[in-house]
Nanobody, 125 residues
Framework: QVQLVESGGGLVQAGGSLRLSCAAS????????MAWFRQAPGKEREFVAI????????FYADTVRGRFTIPRDNAKNAVYLQMNSLKPEDTAVYYC??????????????????WGQGTQVTVSS
């Protein structure tokens, strides 16, 4: 079991940056693959970024690659989503998710057993 608490959302101007935090409890975050998803009104929940358990390999959606990173701080049992060069299209509720290996579809929301409460990110033009 793992509990996820998200923070760091807010309002930012296009081109700016935000850093989202996902703090894990119950089990160490490094024991789980952790991912960020986002959902805009009227749209499907979509994959953003992932950091895999074990070696810590990362993978990003094409829409955010080069702008977002997903660092992990094992000492704080947390993962982050560092968002740079934000665009209005990035506006969404962002969710942290966790799943224990093995994985069969790690970019699909249905893969994940544990979810944070979501945090709103709004990017103004």
């Amino acid at each position: 079991q793992v509990q996820l608490v998200e923070s760091g959302g807010g309002l930012v101007q296009a081109g700016g940056s935000l850093r989202l935090s996902c703090a894990a409890s119950g089990r160490t975050a490094s024991s789980y693959t952790m991912a960020w998803f986002r959902q805009a009104p009227g749209k499907e929940r979509e994959f953003v970024a992932i950091i895999f358990a074990g070696g810590g390999s990362t993978f990003y959606a094409d829409t955010v690659r080069g702008r977002f990173t997903i660092p992990r701080d094992n000492a704080k049992n947390a993962v982050y989503l560092q968002m740079n060069s934000l665009k209005p299209e990035d506006t969404a509720v962002y969710y942290c998710a966790a799943d224990r290996p093995p994985h069969y579809g790690p970019t699909r929301p249905s893969e994940y057993d544990y979810w944070g409460q979501g945090t709103q990110v709004t990017v103004s033009s």
